[in-house]
């Protein structure tokens, strides 16, 4: 069974292209459901059922796994199920009727357009904070994923122009426009740049102090300490600052059809949980501010 494993990870990496970490994810899921197999004396995936599979959800549930989990490791299972049936593996696709655990819809944590304001001042003293400077202002101006951002080269980025190119999910490449702020300190930064490198070459955009790619885990603890100073009490992500560019996109009248584009949303009801937020703020001010709304 691991070999049927191994042939699906390679599918995904070579001709799904689907991102690195998203493919260590399945194969992480798949792993923990094979052992669960193994363990009821399941050897082959011709003998695995339907019940083998609830039973395996079941055993989730007991152990208290939270849902969002759960949900994920069968969306695994029934892919990895649907590619052993597509290529001739299997005569029967058997996790193709096992319905999801629903999910509650959580929506996403959004900064105000204040606290962004308060967020982006940074006092520029020293080249990390240049550096810091230009990440949220390219964030923030641009609504990229982390990844996005992080993997940003220099070649990337086209200044005559004024737009960037990025790579998304599903190795799917777009071309976002910046704004004179973002120029400005993308410029700034760049002259400080070079003290990062220590001698080494690295085309990455946004460095350490080692002279290599900045990693996710280092712009949060940096996005966490901003936010202290600046007396931001919200659980705040990275993520959360692409959700914040969408919904004040949106609240100062940008089209749906355009954030999908600058998102990089394959799917325009992906875009259209910022209308909710939208709705939410607009529930709030009228509550608020009409002399009728309350006692």
């Known amino acids: 069974m691991n070999n049927n494993i191994n042939d699906y990870i390679n599918y995904l990496e070579?001709?799904?292209?689907?991102?690195?970490?998203?493919?260590i994810s399945y194969e992480k899921d798949l792993i923990d459901y094979m052992l669960f197999l193994k363990q009821q004396n399941i050897n082959s995936i011709n003998e695995i059922t339907k019940k083998?599979?609830?039973?395996?959800?079941?055993l989730l549930k007991k152990e208290n796994l939270k849902i969002t989990s759960i949900a994920r490791k069968l969306t695994s299972i029934k892919n990895f199920h649907k590619y052993?049936?597509?290529?001739?593996?299997?005569?029967?696709?058997?996790?193709?009727?096992?319905e999801r655990p629903r999910?509650?819809?959580?929506?996403?944590?959004?900064?105000?357009?204040?606290?962004?304001?308060?967020?982006?001042d940074i006092e520029l003293n020293t080249p990390f904070d240049y550096r810091n400077k230009a990440m949220l202002e390219l964030l923030y101006g641009t609504g990229l994923r982390i990844s996005e951002l992080l993997n940003l080269k220099i070649f990337d980025i086209d200044f005559e122009n004024c737009?960037?190119?990025?790579?998304?999910?599903?190795n799917k490449e777009r071309i976002v426009p910046i704004g004179e702020y973002v120029v400005k300190y993308l410029q700034e930064y760049l002259n400080y740049r070079s003290l990062f490198l220590k001698k080494k070459n690295s085309d990455y955009l946004f460095l350490n102090n080692l002279g290599t790619k900045l990693s996710r885990?280092?712009?949060?603890?940096?996005l966490k300490k901003l936010l202290q100073n600046k007396n931001i009490n919200k659980e705040v992500s990275p993520h959360s600052i692409r959700h914040s560019f969408a919904t004040h996109m949106l609240e100062c009248g940008a089209d749906l059809?355009?954030?999908?584009?600058?998102?990089?949303?394959?799917?325009?009801?992906t875009t259209r949980i910022y209308t909710h937020i939208s709705n939410i703020k607009v529930k709030n001010d009228y509550i608020e501010y009409h002399p009728r709304s309350k006692k």
Do not use: M, W
């Open 103 to 120: 999910l509650e819809k959580k929506l996403p944590n959004v900064l105000t357009i204040e606290e962004i304001s308060s967020l982006l």
């Open 163 to 170: 737009i960037i190119r990025c790579i998304g999910k599903g």
């Open 217 to 222: 885990f280092s712009f949060f603890k940096i």
């Open 257 to 269: 059809r355009s954030i999908q584009e600058l998102l990089g949303h394959s799917d325009i009801s």
């Open 84 to 98: 052993l049936y597509a290529t001739g593996k299997v005569k029967e696709n058997i996790a193709l009727t096992i």
């Open 14 to 23: 070579c001709e799904r292209r689907l991102a690195h970490n998203t493919c």
């Open 52 to 58: 083998d599979i609830v039973h395996y959800l079941e």
